[in-house]
């Protein structure tokens, strides 16, 4: 299965403080949705591995093969506090820098049913929980 650590790049990049514990499930599963519809590019609901490749493409701007912390907030559609801890949590090694192997091992773990696609409601569990076990380990998120 391919997986994507598509799930947070800062570790110490920004300085300003976000304190997600104010969020409500419900309101960040709402901050993330943009970023599920414009992956979604058909519209069925369910996010596909060539859908996911696409996606990547157009985020990777320079076409080096990685994504930086300035294309990724450039591309992102969520709110300020979720697209930070997403990079942060995909840039697992603090480089500043995403691969398409990262996005790839995350899109294989959102997909729990094994079905090789992701619905909205695996998208929306796996980074809800994500922004709330990084509030859990760390008591604020760091944005950049």
Same mark, same amino acid.
């Given at each position: 299965?391919?997986?994507?650590?598509?799930?947070? =790049?800062?570790? =110490?990049?920004? %300085?300003?403080?976000?304190?997600?514990?104010?969020? %409500?499930?419900?309101?960040?599963?709402?901050?993330?949705?943009?970023?599920?519809? +414009?992956?979604?590019?058909?519209?069925?609901?369910?996010?596909?591995?060539?859908?996911?490749?696409?996606?990547?493409?157009? +985020?990777?701007?320079?076409?080096?093969?990685?994504? %930086?912390?300035?294309?990724?907030?450039?591309?992102?559609?969520?709110?300020?506090?979720?697209?930070?801890?997403? =990079?942060?949590?995909?840039?697992?090694?603090?480089?500043? =820098?995403?691969?398409?192997? %990262?996005?790839?091992?995350?899109?294989?773990?959102?997909?729990?049913?094994?079905?090789?696609?992701?619905?909205?409601?695996?998208?929306?569990?796996?980074?809800?929980?994500?922004?709330?076990?990084?509030?859990?380990?760390?008591?604020?998120?760091?944005?950049?």
């Amino acid at each position: 299965m391919y997986v994507t650590g598509v799930s947070v =790049f800062l570790l =110490f990049l920004g %300085t300003t403080y976000a304190d997600i514990g104010n969020y %409500t499930h419900a309101q960040i599963v709402a901050g993330m949705n943009p970023i599920f519809d +414009v992956v979604d590019m058909n519209n069925d609901s369910f996010i596909e591995d060539s859908e996911l490749t696409n996606a990547w493409l157009r +985020v990777d701007a320079d076409h080096d093969g990685y994504v %930086t912390e300035a294309e990724y907030k450039n591309s992102a559609n969520a709110k300020r506090e979720f697209w930070a801890i997403v =990079f942060q949590e995909m840039d697992r090694d603090g480089d500043g =820098f995403i691969g398409l192997d %990262t996005i790839y091992g995350e899109y294989a773990m959102m997909d729990t049913n094994d079905d090789n696609r992701v619905s909205r409601l695996e998208f929306d569990n796996f980074y809800a929980t994500m922004m709330e076990d990084a509030y859990k380990h760390y008591g604020f998120l760091l944005i950049g």
